[in-house]
């Protein structure tokens, strides 16, 4: 490594936790850090991620300790970091509490599955490579990243329909997570390819978009953000949340039978109204001069004062 690449190197390592700082610090003077517990967290964890992993790697001459002391605070970061994609989706999915129950299930499983795929990899992972806990730490954090693009995106397609703003906190933080795991996907595709990028400047590059990430975090911080539009485009999304409770609380079986009877009654009452439609409308035959009369059968009653009889 020459000089000059070396001072562009810690230049961009120092800049971390400045810029940290000055988000957290923030975060607390706009009383943030109760809004968003878990980025909160996560900031002052790379913070002392820094303090811990600088003076390793300048002064210790063995690079093991430096080795598992960066992989123990990569682990802590990803999982910060797929709590902190909750933290948001929650906050954005604030007003609509069945939408946000079945988002925090798929939470979940997708972090059950993250670390089923992360078990498989370092089981499977062969003697020539880092190991199998490092391995599995690349593994999860590679799919905390394929997550954190995706919310980005999410938000860019439904933002309208949710009532939120770009210029809202959540979605600022969203969008510093979903910019610097676009550019690190992309290193790591690079790196795994044939062109020749070389491991230095790929630490640069992921260096410096780090930075952006943590500049747009601390000027989303400082800006004010605008109250949330709750009467656009929300006749859709509460058609989700209706269809939501109305299958996590269906309707009891009890509450059917009124609705058959109704039904059956009003079906009954619309059959015997066209009977007597049909009876009054249908005309009665002409009798021919030399047709037989039918015998009388509407006999007359009885009087009060006993049998008439014939004359």
């Not at 009383?31 to 964890?45: D, E, G, M, N, Q």
């Not at 599955?113 to 020539?128: D, F, K």
Request: overall charge positive.
């Amino acid at each position: 490594m020459s000089p000059r690449t070396q001072f562009v190197y810690y230049v961009l390592w120092f800049a971390h936790p400045l810029l940290q700082t000055g988000v957290a610090g923030v975060m607390v003077w706009r009383k943030l850090h109760r809004k968003f517990p878990v980025f909160f967290a996560y900031i002052v964890s790379q913070i002392l991620a820094f303090s811990v992993l600088f003076p390793i790697y300048y002064y210790s001459s063995n690079f093991v300790h430096y080795f598992y002391a960066y992989w123990a605070s990569a682990a802590i970061s990803v999982v910060l970091g797929f709590k902190v994609i909750h933290e948001i989706f929650v906050d954005v999915f604030r007003p609509y509490h069945a939408l946000k129950d079945l988002g925090s299930v798929l939470f979940k499983w997708a972090g059950l599955v993250m670390l089923l795929v992360a078990g498989v990899v370092a089981a499977s992972s062969t003697a020539a490579s880092d190991g199998p806990i490092v391995q599995a730490i690349l593994t999860m954090q590679t799919s905390v990243r394929l997550i954190q693009c995706g919310l980005v995106l999410f938000l860019l397609v439904f933002s309208k329909y949710l009532g939120v703003s770009w210029r809202q906190h959540s979605f600022g933080i969203a969008l510093g997570f979903g910019t610097f795991a676009s550019i690190e996907l992309l290193l790591v595709a690079l790196g795994a390819s044939s062109l020749g990028v070389g491991t230095m400047s790929r630490s640069i590059i992921n260096m410096s978009a780090y930075n952006c990430a943590i500049v747009v975090w601390l000027v989303y911080a400082l800006a004010k953000s605008p109250v949330r539009d709750s009467s656009a485009n929300m006749l859709r999304t509460q058609r989700w949340e209706q269809s939501l409770h109305e299958i996590q609380h269906p309707a009891t079986s009890d509450s059917l039978i009124p609705m058959f009877e109704g039904m059956v009654d009003r079906a009954l009452s619309r059959t015997r109204g066209n009977a007597l439609v049909a009876q009054t409308e249908m005309p009665l035959p002409l009798a021919s001069a030399n047709a037989i009369s039918p015998p009388d059968l509407n006999y007359s009653p009885l009087s009060p004062h006993g049998i008439i009889s014939k004359t």
